[in-house]
């Protein structure tokens, strides 16, 4: 049995939705928004701040390393977050039984053996007609939304990770919801995480 | 119902053993030594030079090249064989019903709704007990055994499909046969080929 599931996902691929449904079926806490609400406790930064940040820094390291003046023992702001973050989810992970979506939680769990890590993917145009049926019409095409969140959790998750996102060794299980479908999807899951 | 299923691998990662149970399970045909009779048949090479150069050219595509001469309307000897290769495939997908490992069918049947492309890997301590326990010893480091064969794949699937071997937007599923184990492999694969 695994006790931990992280989640990484594309953007629009339904990776969140997958993993609420496997921790519904689990009976497992799931980390997405609460994480950010247990970092904006901590922080007393805001939620909406967080969730920018959380998974889409460090493109303005610089800038805000400069800007918030050293406040954070030394760290820039983006690696403040990170630096409460990671201490949230290892905390998350002793208390064990829980989906974590994103947040580089595959790299920062890499030594626990009872952890399994997902990456789930989908092709540009499915994501596309997801995101808008999801999260409405903007101004902006679909496909520049999808190519800039990928490209910014990209480059958060090479940052902090050192590690190329996506690539297939960090990873036990990899699936297209695309082709396989979201329930489908977490049927599997379900079935890794309870095997011996 | 899926019709045909694309096994690629990592060297020693049990993928071939993984496409086996998989047809047996199905009922479906299995191509693997299989092709490279064809092949063989069809140009009169060796099946033992096929099997070395099938998957692992074009290392030394432009020796061949000069070396044969051009008698293959003009194509290098490993250009020649891929494109035989390739057309057999194609007729094999078109009678259905069967798993093909390697060899770059995911690349040459990506036109086809009924296929399925599953990619098999493990972490290299495992693979490296593996190929030793499979394979025998060797006087060649198995790591470095691992390192050769996979270079030469990678080169191979570059030059051919101009995409990037084990990159996850090329397969339905990505599965760690080291973490999850052959069988349960197999299982899921056939959960997935199985469903409508």
Known sequence: MKKIITISREFGSGGRTI???VADQLGYAFYDKELIEKVAEKTGFSPSYI???GEYS???????????????????TDDYLFSVQRKIILDLAEKGDCVIVGRCADYIL?????????FIHADKKKRAERIVKVYGASPVKPEKRLDDKDKKRRVNYKYYTDRDWGDYHNYDISLDSGTIGLERCADIICQLARAE
Chains 1, 2 share one sequence.
């Open 19 to 21: 993993g609420k449904i």
């Open 51 to 53: 969730k920018e940040r």
């Open 110 to 118: 890499r030594d626990r053996a009872d952890t399994m890590n997902v």
């Open 58 to 76: 460090p493109s303005a390291s610089a800038f805000s390393y400069s800007f918030m003046g050293r406040s954070h023992d030394g760290l820039s």
